[in-house]
């Protein structure tokens, strides 16, 4: 019993909070800078261009981005939701099936799904065109919903960002011990009562995280709206930047951004806190799944299939199609190296993020002072704002020490160092680090906040240290929300396009980079390959994620 | 973990190196925001042609232009290449270009087609004309610009987003030449007459009139040349249901613009630099410009390609291209005013 005795004498534990403390501090800050460098052209003055925007386009951004963030947040609450509830806890045909494929979905960057669906069901489009001659109509003659606008945005975004309610509502689910739902049971509460008094408010926590990314996802969206003509805030901040060269303003606009991202936290902050649910029993056994028959099995199965169409097999087949016609011309050994550069950046970024995440989620567990904590939340932001503007945001300090330490080194020694961070990849992968981290963090944080803290408190009484119940005690247990955090980021880092068309070293090209060259380019089917082997890269890690999560269910089965 | 980690870090670090090292050598380096598709056979054929090699960065104009802004001094980019003059213009505005005198350049390029100063050079014309439905539209209706504006037009008009600098420059050469007060009331008007809200690229807008969403449209004359080359029969078809009407004729002329290069302040490849300006103006390049992507070449004296010979030759607006980008901010703002999204 002797280390217990060391580490109870309280002062070692009071020292080592504050490294801890000093050393997120530190790593927040940094992440933190692109968004605070954004923030202080907040003090520029901006002219007269904000009483035009008031006066002209203000309320269209404000009422467009509002309208997309409830929109996509209903779509996403209830396709993930629902599929997840009904793959965790039901039996149907396809049921293992679906459970996998529903996160499909997530592999398709927003702005090909759009382009896909445009090409289809456009006024131009295969459809309407057939339509048109099949019954004689001419333009004023039927309605046919207008796929590229404030609608057909949210339902582009609900489509690719349901996956992230989906796997952490259905994760949460899974969790549930049958005993919860046995002493439902046993207090007279029907399948549907204990859904909605039991299960739901428990699995909260994690529907709002998925909920959470899913939406500052959609404030940073680009792609999207640009092609659909919705003028949001991401087009206002590029229009008011560029178009009318007003950096401050523009920056100004960033800033309303990221207190609408703020909002979305603290809402976050606040369901988690109001109440902390954590496992009650080691031995906890998983949910007997529910048969389903007659019109309920299908109406399960019809749901499931059509969301998986919806969201997947329609754009992917397209992609395919086209894909198919122009890969003659379009793989070469140039693709090859794109790939592998994808690849690469993608695994590199997203294990770095997932390292960040854990050393900050875990800090934040040993109770560091609110300042530390605010620290992290600031050094979340990055993900729901713009990847141009976070490219900015990095640009701007990386250049600035790179040229300081070239004048310095120029006054004092006579030589020249040149850039030595700006244009390489680490800047590069700093921006993806700024960008992502939020979802390291969230699947991490979730993942923590399901360990009781009394495992902390017995491990460290038994003299642990911090960083060795870390080792020892939660990664072991959260080994399945820790790979769910890598292989997000690591989707998130394939498919990201603005920071690392601008950001990139010479000669470094990426498959997103190549998709959308094309695609903007109004070369829809020369694109489809890079953006079909974006999807195809997609798919692994997400089958590895679905299957881990399964492998947890059995392994939890079997004890 | 902790091994995978260091490892995913040291693969992106010995990748970063070797990407820092292509940039040594007798080489220049380029920004551009000319599509990798639409630039690179170029650039190729000029390594062949010196044994310079070109390392190249493709990207939005804007972010391009701000990394060689806050790059400053010490870029590594010798060239900044741009599809439209109000961007060289930006550039040249503040600070990151250096002027160029060459009497090959000078020779190839007509004055209004490049900076008075050097600063930047014209490499192709883009033609933003009026295109109309064949079979429904009376091309002698079209007789300008501002014609579109007119009540007759209501709900048949398809153009591209305001975001758009092509149609931000078409605003601007328009306040130029009519004036703020006109230029709103034709842009009101204009509004007015839209098919559908704004959306999708000049391709989209061609496709909208052919199968019949609406009856005109604006939109650059390569994207009419490349529908009307695909491999796809569809666009073809579409293509071939559009034809273009060259407006302001018998005035000030038809909006152009340009996609042009200028050379960097900072160049540290100067002279290589200045080379491949000077190739990407020579008969050749401006060949290919006019073959491949079916742009109007601004060499005097190379013919564009066949099929774009066909759409006539045409009266091209003189306005000074630099002053485009002056009048930029002020033509978006007027656009917001009009409700153009």
């Known amino acids: 019993m002797q280390p217990s005795a060391v580490a109870l004498t309280g002062a070692p534990l009071r020292f080592r909070p504050s490294t801890w403390g000093i050393g997120i501090g530190v790593a927040a800050l940094v992440l933190a800078l692109p968004v605070l460098t954004v923030f202080s052209f907040v003090l520029h003055p901006a002219g007269d261009v904000w009483a035009h925007l008031a006066e002209t386009v203000l309320a269209d951004y404000v009422t467009n981005s509002l309208v997309l963030m409830l929109g996509v947040a209903v779509g996403t609450t209830t396709i993930g939701v629902s599929t997840a509830w009904l793959t965790a806890c039901c039996r149907f045909t396809g049921q293992r099936f679906f459970a996998w494929a529903l996160l499909l979905p997530l592999a398709i960057p927003a702005y090909i799904i759009a382009y896909t669906y445009t090409g289809m069901l456009d006024f131009a489009g295969p459809v309407q065109t057939l339509l048109r001659s099949a019954l004689g109509w001419s333009r004023d003659d039927y309605w046919f919903p207008e796929i590229r606008s404030l609608g057909g945005a949210v339902t582009m975004l609900s489509l690719v960002l349901y996956p992230y309610v989906y796997l952490l509502a259905r994760a949460a689910f899974l969790d549930q011990s049958v005993s919860i739902i046995d002493a439902s049971r046993t207090l007279g509460y029907g399948p549907w009562a204990s859904f909605l008094l039991i299960s739901l408010p428990i699995a909260r926590p994690a529907i709002i995280a998925g909920l959470s990314l899913a939406l500052m996802e959609t404030l940073a969206d680009y792609g999207t709206v640009q092609y659909f003509g919705v003028s949001t805030f991401t087009t206002g901040i590029f229009r008011t930047w560029f178009g009318l060269g007003d950096s401050a303003a523009a920056a100004q606009l960033s800033a309303l951004l990221m207190s609408f991202a703020l909002a979305l936290m603290a809402l976050e902050r606040w369901s988690r806190h109001r109440a902390r649910y954590h496992h009650v029993g080691q031995r906890s056994q998983p949910l007997v799944l529910r048969p389903l028959s007659g019109w309920r099995h299908a109406v399960a199965f019809g749901l499931c299939a059509l969301v998986l169409l919806a969201g997947f097999l329609l754009p992917a087949a397209q992609l395919a199609l086209w894909a198919f016609a122009t890969a003659a011309r379009t793989v070469d050994a140039a693709f090859l190296r794109m790939l592998v550069n994808t690849l690469a950046l993608a695994g590199g970024a997203s294990a770095l993020a997932l390292a960040i995440a854990l050393f900050m989620a875990y800090g934040q567990r040993l109770r560091l002072s609110p300042l530390v904590a605010a620290g992290v939340r600031l050094a979340g932001m990055g993900y729901a704002v713009p990847g141009v503007v976070i490219a900015v945001g990095v640009m701007i300090p990386f250049s600035w020490l790179d040229n300081t330490v070239d004048a310095w080194l120029r006054a004092t020694f006579g030589v020249s160092s040149g850039l030595l961070l700006s244009g390489t990849l680490v800047a590069l992968v700093f921006a993806y680090l700024v960008r992502f981290l939020a979802v390291s963090l969230q699947t991490v944080e979730a993942g923590l906040a399901r360990i009781r803290p009394t495992m902390d408190d017995t491990a460290r009484s038994l003299g642990y240290r911090p960083l060795e119940v870390l080792a020892r005690i939660h990664v072991p247990v959260m080994k399945g929300s820790l790979l769910t955090g890598l292989l997000l980021v690591f989707v998130d880092v394939m498919k990201e396009l603005p920071a690392t068309l601008v950001l990139r070293p010479f000669n470094f090209n990426t498959l997103a980079v190549r998709a959308w060259e094309l695609a903007s380019d109004e070369r829809l089917a020369d694109s489809a390959t890079a953006a079909l082997a974006i999807v195809a890269a997609g798919v692994g890690p997400v089958i590895v994620l679905s299957r881990s999560i399964g492998r947890r269910l059995s392994a939890a089965s079997e004890r | ?341």
Request: proline residues 4%; contains cysteine.
């Open chain 2, 1 to 341: 973990m902790k091994a995978k980690i260091l490892r995913g870090t040291l693969g992106v670090l010995a990748l970063a190196a070797g990407a820092a090292s292509a940039a040594g050598g007798d080489a220049v380096n380029v920004y551009s925001a000319r599509k990798e598709a639409l630039i690179k056979p170029l650039l190729d054929r000029f390594t062949e042609q010196t044994g310079v090699e070109v390392n190249l960065i493709t990207g939005a104009a804007d972010a391009l232009l701000k990394r060689l802004e806050s790059e400053g001094r010490n870029t590594p980019a010798d060239l900044f290449i741009t599809v439209d003059a109000g961007r060289l213009h930006r550039a040249k505005r503040v600070g990151v270009l250096q002027p160029v005198r060459s009497p090959a350049l000078e020779a190839a390029v007509p004055a209004s087609y490049r900076d008075p100063q050097g600063y930047w050079f014209g490499l192709s014309l883009r033609a933003r004309p009026i295109m109309y439905g064949k079979d429904r539209v009376d091309p002698a209706e079209l007789s300008a610009y501002e014609a579109l504006a007119d009540e007759r037009w209501r709900r048949r008009i398809c153009v591209r987003s305001s975001d758009n600098i092509y149609n931000q420059s078409l605003v601007a050469a328009m306040l130029i030449a009519n004036g703020p007060d006109r230029t709103l009331a034709w842009a009101r008007g204009l509004v007015a007459n839209f098919a559908r809200a704004p959306k999708g690229g000049d391709r989209d807008q061609i496709k909208a009139v052919a199968a019949g969403q609406c009856d005109i449209a604006i939109a650059n004359t390569y994207y009419l040349g490349q529908m009307l080359t695909d491999d796809d029969e569809v666009q073809r078809e579409a293509a071939r249901k559009v034809a273009i009407v060259w407006p302001n004729q018998a005035g000030r002329g038809a909006h152009v613009n340009v996609s042009g290069a200028g050379v960097t302040a900072a160049a540290a490849h100067r002279d290589q630099a200045v080379a491949l300006l000077e190739f990407l103006a020579s008969e050749e390049a401006q060949q290919w410009y006019a073959d491949v992507n079916i742009e109007y070449p601004v060499r005097q004296g190379t013919a564009p390609s066949a099929m774009v010979a066909e759409w006539g030759s045409f009266k091209a607006d003189t306005v000074n291209l630099d002053q485009l980008g002056e009048y930029n901010a002020e033509a978006v703002k007027i656009m917001d005013r009009a409700g153009w999204k």
